[in-house]
């Protein structure tokens, strides 16, 4: 059974600095797309970071330039490196995976497997 497990989340303030791991289990863990999600309170749930088996990443332009997907392959984990946090980035943060044969369909694709969620809370 695929198991996904965030942790790092918390509370900073405008401009601070977080990191997210999402640990996996039950799966080929490189054989399979990684991202990370969000969803802020009153709004629908958002792309932010693709990895793909070759370590190939795909951001969402809000955050292209501050955060940073990464994969260990040998701790079957996943990060998100999330630098110059905004309150417009708090919300709650999933990581989630999906078994595709080919890099580019990670990216616009629907994911099977989620975790709980790890909530980020930036003040300004």
């Known amino acids: 059974q695929v198991q996904l497990v965030e942790a790092g989340g918390g509370s900073v303030q405008s401009g601070g600095s977080l990191r997210l791991s999402c640990a996996a289990s039950?799966?080929?863990?490189?054989?399979?797309?990684m991202a990370w999600f969000r969803q802020a309170p009153g709004k629908q749930r958002e792309g932010v970071a693709v990895i793909d088996s070759e370590g190939r990443t795909t951001y969402a332009r809000s955050v292209t330039g501050r955060f940073t997907i990464s994969r260990d392959s040998a701790k079957n984990t996943l990060y998100l490196q999330m630098d110059s946090l905004t309150p417009e980035d708090t919300g709650m943060y999933y990581c989630?995976?999906?078994?595709?044969?080919?890099?580019?369909?990670?990216?616009?694709?629907?994911?099977?497997?989620w975790g709980q969620g790890t909530q980020v809370t930036v003040s300004s």
């Open positions: 989630a995976a999906v078994h595709k044969a080919y890099g580019w369909q990670c990216v616009n694709t629907a994911y099977d497997y």
């Open positions: 039950g799966y080929t863990y490189s054989s399979y797309c």
